[in-house]
């Protein structure tokens, strides 16, 4: 009697077709696994709001300021990656962010970041905005040219577009800066571009 199987992990019948089976013999019918791809999410995942709010009740208990800390809500699908940036001396950090990750039920899945007391360091002249700016433009990456000949697969390929980063406003804050020859770690002055265009994110 030709019976259905259905792959591992899987709630639902699956239909495929059956082999030939020779007359008087049982057979099995075998359905290929699943195609792999994103993990289903939890019926019990609570809600962005929840999962922030729980977050806040971890973050405030390990002594997170985060009436002040700037608050970012990912989500993982199976879970909600909440991260909290905080101000040391008002400005704003990057880099520093303490992150609490809420699963399904409210499950608190991971908690880790940065909690120590900064202590401040030696005073020194910084430069302006506009050198910043000009040094960021300077330090992207460009595509190679000069001397080279492109490769064979590559030679129907279309021009690059360009992409337009418009600056919108600049901050001084605080980015998170590890010394591997000591054991500390620094929170250098940064100037936090604001953007909007494109890029690796609207803060540069």
């Not at 992990?9 to 013999?25: H, I, N, R």
């Not at 792999?36 to 939890?42: E, I, L, Q, S, V």
Request: aromatic share 4%.
């Amino acid at each position: 009697q030709p019976v259905a199987s259905q792959p591992v992990g899987s709630g639902d019948q699956v239909v495929c077709d059956m082999p030939e089976c020779p007359p008087g013999t049982a057979c099995v019918q075998v359905c290929p696994p699943e195609e792999p791809g994103a993990p289903p999410r939890p019926l019990d995942l609570p809600s962005r709001d929840e999962a922030e709010e729980r977050a806040m009740i971890v973050l405030s208990a390990a002594g997170v300021d985060v009436a002040v800390a700037s608050v970012r809500v990912d989500d993982l699908t199976t879970a909600w990656l909440v991260s909290a940036d905080p101000e040391v001396g008002g400005l704003a950090t990057v880099g520093a962010a303490p992150t609490v990750r809420i699963g399904a039920g409210q499950t608190i899945e991971h908690a880790g970041g940065w909690l120590a007391v900064p202590e401040r360091g030696n005073r020194y002249e910084l430069i302006g905005s506009s050198e910043a700016l000009r040094r960021l433009v300077d330090g992207q990456p460009r595509p190679l040219s000069g001397g080279r000949e492109p490769a064979v697969r590559c030679l129907d390929c279309p021009e690059p577009q360009p992409v337009v980063v418009t600056v919108t406003g600049v901050r001084l804050g605080l980015e998170l800066v590890p010394a591997y020859d000591v054991e500390h770690t620094w929170l250098v002055p940064a100037y936090l571009f604001e953007t909007t265009g494109g890029g690796p994110g609207p803060t540069w």
